[in-house]
């Protein structure tokens, strides 16, 4: 991975890649991904918090890299839409994964990269970048874009949200999870960039939906309609129903369905139970129901992700089958 860094670069998104990528390792402890730092010419680059980063290479690191990520900067010509010629090529001539963290959606979309494509940047600068860049189909509610080649996050922290979503579609959920607890951080993020946008809510009154929420978590398996999740919160529905929405920016169907897509994954990735048992577990019922709630989420089928995320397993079952035939 090469992280491209620009002047006035956002602080807390420079050490995101380097942690969180850093941090993966497989079962062997071997380090999963290799993260080197450039600027455009080599030379130093400023930040807002009194120092500066000296990398060890120019963009001819572009070269060696399978994916460029971009951290979000707070001023300087990327910031208003101007980049150099030479960052410009690089970046459209590199033909791996290319990340923007927070603002770095200004670099990608000033070098012609996001045109016709959806994107997330900060809230705060949705409307600039809206002006800057109309043809770029800007998403502000969401902690992130996954767009295939092209991915994007919203503000500051939300690039940890990326960075754990990168590891997750690399390398499986328990890699994902385990570089979230050696961060001390939430492997998944209920909601969007929508519940973190300042704007007046109403005060808070009562018991939070927290805990419900840890007794859905627990009950996934089971039939959670609106009533009893509101009678657990001691609320009328309809005050559950608002509150619920305010602190997690999802609606208690849609929490709780991307709760079970989620527990589904994790079961097809780390057992080998068969795919009615883990739509039994997971609180879809049937495989039908688990096949296009997974599809909706992710775009494939349970067998096929089954596949992708343990190849090793599936390869002993087709083994195993030619054996005994």
């Known amino acids: 991975m090469a992280m491209l ?10 050490g995101i890649p380097g942690q969180f990528f850093h941090t993966a390792e497989g079962p062997d402890r071997r380090k999963l991904y290799e993260v080197r730092t450039c600027t455009p010419d080599g030379e130093p680059v400023r930040g807002p918090a009194g120092y500066a980063i000296m990398p060890d290479h ?29 960052v410009t090529e690089a970046l459209n001539t590199f033909k791996g994964r290319i990340v923007s963290i927070c603002t770095g959606a200004f670099v990608l979309a000033a070098a012609g ?20 860049y109309p043809n770029v189909l800007l998403n502000p509610d969401v902690l992130f874009v996954d767009d295939g080649d092209i991915l994007t996050s919203a503000g500051v922290a939300a690039g940890t949200d990326l960075a754990l979503h990168i590891i997750r579609s690399d ?12 961060c001390v951080t939430a492997p998944f993020r209920e909601g969007g960039q929508a519940q973190f946008i300042e704007r007046p809510l109403p005060p808070a009154q009562g018991a939070s939906t927290e805990s419900t929420r840890a007794w859905m978590l627990s009950r996934l398996d089971e039939p959670l309609d609106l009533n009893a999740l509101a009678a657990h919160a001691r609320m009328s529905v309809r005050t559950f129903t608002r509150r619920f929405r305010e602190e997690t920016g999802l609606s208690p169907a849609r929490w709780l369905n991307r709760q079970r897509v989620e527990h589904a994954r994790q079961l097809l990735e780390q057992t080998g139970l068969p795919v009615d048992e883990v739509a039994r577990q ?22 096929a992700y089954r596949q992708t995320f343990r190849p090793q397993a599936a390869l002993r079952r087709t083994t195993s089958a030619t054996s005994s035939s």
């Open 113 to 132: 990269l996001l045109d016709g494509r959806p994107a997330a940047t900060h809230w705060r600068y949705a409307a600039k970048f809206r002006r800057l």
């Open 171 to 182: 390398f499986g959920t328990e890699v994902a999870n385990r570089v979230a607890r050696r």
């Open 58 to 86: 120019d963009l001819s690191l572009l070269e060696w890299a399978d994916t460029v990520i971009i951290p979000g900067v707070h001023g300087g010509p990327p910031f208003e839409g101007v980049l150099d010629h030479e």
């Open 5 to 14: 860094v620009f002047d006035d670069f956002a602080t807390m998104d420079v």
């Open 282 to 303: 997971a609180g879809f019922g049937t495989a039908v129901s688990l096949r296009q709630h997974l599809h909706a989420a992710v775009g494939v089928s349970p067998i």
